[in-house]
């Protein structure tokens, strides 16, 4: 299983921006997905965006399209997730995990997870 470290998370105002790093421990082509979730107190983690590593294609949930971009840098065996105008609701412990498997979107498929980042969005 690959290591994942995150990093970047913190506490920001509403309209804020922030951008997360999912450090991993080898080459991120050796996956076939990587994605950042978040959970929030009492609430089921949740999707928020996954890049398949090697194609380059993403998804992303539906609360966050629009302002948040995830991208991978493969020299740095990094993944970064860009969140802009920030909201209160945003609110959560985000973590990336990776997959080897093709169903992506499902994240019971994610074997491999960082300890997570806590963002605090205040209005």
């Known amino acids: 299983q690959v290591q994942l470290v995150e990093s970047g998370g913190g506490s920001v105002q509403d309209g804020g921006s922030l951008r997360l790093s999912c450090a991993v421990s080898e080459d991120t082509t050796s996956t076939n997905c990587i994605g950042w979730f978040r959970q929030a107190p009492g609430k089921e983690r949740e999707v928020v965006a996954i890049i398949y590593t090697n194609a380059g294609n993403t998804v992303y949930g539906d609360s966050v399209k629009g302002r948040f971009t995830i991208s991978q840098d493969n020299a740095k065996n990094t993944v970064y997730l860009q969140m802009n105008s920030l909201k209160p609701g945003d609110t959560a412990m985000y973590y990336c995990?990776?997959?080897?498997?093709?169903?992506?979107?499902?994240?019971?498929?994610?074997?491999?997870w960082g300890q997570g980042t806590q963002v605090t969005v205040s209005s």
């Open positions: 995990g990776a997959s080897a498997d093709r169903r992506c979107t499902f994240i019971t498929r994610y074997n491999s």
